[in-house]
């Protein structure tokens, strides 16, 4: 018996069980030793002895392909692990780790060649901002099966330490859930990018009710954004950018907005005057685990200051049956503390139609040949309509009737709107006019009175003062010089004249 080998061959032996082939330095990767028998009747048996030769590498490294600089978050990279000198390729699984995480693994199935090779292989990442600091590296392994050695032999490479450009969103001084109203601000923070840079930041929103980012609006342009959320933008998103080639975005930040809201249950719109109603107060995003005071409060529009609200309930539900005087009202609840306000909600008071009837009389007297307005005056929520009915088929849309001598006596107003009608009948009692006739006979008795008056006052002035004198056996008064009246005591006055005067 003995080896058949192309190195390190044991000729043929006789008279032995058992030989043994050594080698000290195997440097043929292909060798295929046989060993054979050669009985003393028969022919020759042999056998092959499976021979692995292998070699661990003489380096493994890893690098990025085409980049140097901090990655960019989400932005795909590619690393590379170069095997130098390694064999069998077939026995060879190039591993790859991100920390002590193992991503991937890569085998080989060149089964023919047996000689030393270098081997890259290659592993695309997107990293995010969690891989900031993270370290990636590679491993070959070399797996000779269970009579290999064990371990199998391995070799690394350096930690590839990457640096992650990325972008940030927060909160400043507040965490959780916000509320309606309130004053909030964010913050963009940007990590690893070069302090020597300017750095564009634009904020964006995108809201639920719009919710594709054909939709989203560009808010601001500087590193902090204040908000004060409404309901509506419970669910938003917003989100920052910085300006690069490609853009770096930061992740999005979806707020959920606590507030409360108020409406009816089972109804919309106006109310009507003593119907029964419900008003809700929904709170949105509250933790259920907490118990929660409502109050619920009105102001009415005659005392339309904060100061005169007043605290109506204690319950997440509220009655009410409105008056005239609620119109115009507001409605609101407050939950929570600090205490959340819901809107307001103003309610409209809808009520029917009453004619005025201290304007409008049951019974009119109306003079013949005299005009007369009748005025028809409502007050009702929605403003009424207002009609005259002057028969069965005459009426008149106006607020005013005129009167004339063919308006038939009985007349009546009908106001209406949505909630109802009001009606008032009125009866027009047509009177003749006497005043005329009065005033024409008291001017010919005036005038007949007058004309007595003028003839008795002449009579008298001609008795009185247009009398005959007579001045024979007249003496003048001893006391004066003048000659009395005859038969009358009244005198007559004279005046004494000399004799010259005479004669001249």
Not at 317 to 323: A, C, E, M, T
Not at 391 to 396: F, L, Q, S
Request: a neutral charge; aromatic letters at 8%; hydrophobic letters at 35%.
């Amino acid at each position: 018996m003995g080896w058949e080998v192309s190195e390190g061959g044991v000729p043929m032996t006789k008279n032995q069980s058992l030989i043994t082939w050594t080698v000290i330095n195997l440097t043929e990767w292909g060798i295929k030793p046989f060993c054979y028998i050669n009985p003393n009747k028969g022919a020759q048996c042999q056998i092959e002895l499976p021979v692995t030769v292998y070699k661990t590498p003489d380096s493994v490294s890893i690098s990025t392909v085409n980049h140097t600089e901090p990655m960019k978050e989400g932005q795909q990279y590619e690393l590379q692990c170069d095997v130098h000198d390694v064999a069998p390729v077939q026995n060879l699984t190039v591993k790859w780790y991100k920390n002590q995480t193992l991503l991937h693994q890569t085998n080989f199935s060149d089964t023919e060649n047996k000689t030393l090779v270098n081997k890259t292989v290659t592993l695309l990442i997107r990293p995010d901002r969690a891989d900031d600091g993270a370290q990636y590296w590679c491993e070959a392994e070399l797996d000779l099966g269970a009579e290999g050695p064990q371990p199998p032999p391995k070799k690394s490479s350096e930690p590839l330490n990457i640096t992650v450009h990325y972008i940030s969103i927060s909160f400043v001084n507040h965490s959780g859930t916000v509320i309606v109203g309130k004053q909030y601000e964010l913050q963009c923070i940007i990590q690893n990018v070069d302090p020597s840079k300017s750095v564009v930041v634009r904020w964006y929103k995108l809201s639920q009710t719009n919710s594709t980012d054909a939709n989203m609006t560009l808010v601001s342009n500087s590193s902090k954004l204040q908000i004060s959320p409404s309901k509506t933008d419970d669910g938003a998103q917003y989100w920052c950018e910085v300006e690069r080639t490609p853009p770096v975005s930061s992740e999005r930040l979806n707020i959920t907005v606590h507030y409360i809201s108020i409406r009816f249950v089972n109804h919309s719109g106006a109310v009507i005057v003593g119907k029964q109603y419900e008003l809700q107060c929904i709170i949105q995003n509250v933790d259920p685990s907490k118990s929660v005071v409502v109050r619920w409060y009105k102001l009415s529009q005659t005392n339309s200051t904060d100061a005169n609200t007043t605290s109506v309930s204690n319950s997440s539900k509220l009655q009410i049956s409105p008056s005239k005087t609620d119109d115009g009202a507001q409605y609101w609840c407050e939950a929570g503390t600090p205490p959340v306000l819901s809107e307001r909600l103003n309610i409209t008071v809808h009520y029917k139609p009453i004619i005025n009837k201290n304007k409008l009389p049951s019974t009119v007297p109306v003079f013949r040949g005299y005009p007369e307005v009748l005025v028809c005056e409502a007050d009702g929520n929605p403003k009424p309509t207002i009609s005259w009915s002057l028969g069965a088929n005459d009426k008149k849309d106006s607020e005013k009737l005129n009167i004339t001598e063919s308006t038939p006596e009985n007349v009546s107003c009908t106001a209406n709107n949505s909630v109802g009608s009001d009606i008032r009948h009125v009866k027009v009692i047509l009177k003749e006019d006497y005043l005329p006739l009065i005033a024409g006979l008291i001017a010919v008795i005036v005038a007949f009175i007058s004309v007595i008056f003028i003839f008795i006052l002449s009579i008298y002035y001609k008795t009185a003062k247009m009398g005959h004198y007579n001045l024979k056996n007249a003496k003048p008064s001893a006391q004066n010089g003048n000659i009395a009246q005859n038969g009358k005591h009244n005198t007559i006055p004279m005046k004494k004249l000399s004799q010259s005067s005479i004669l001249a």
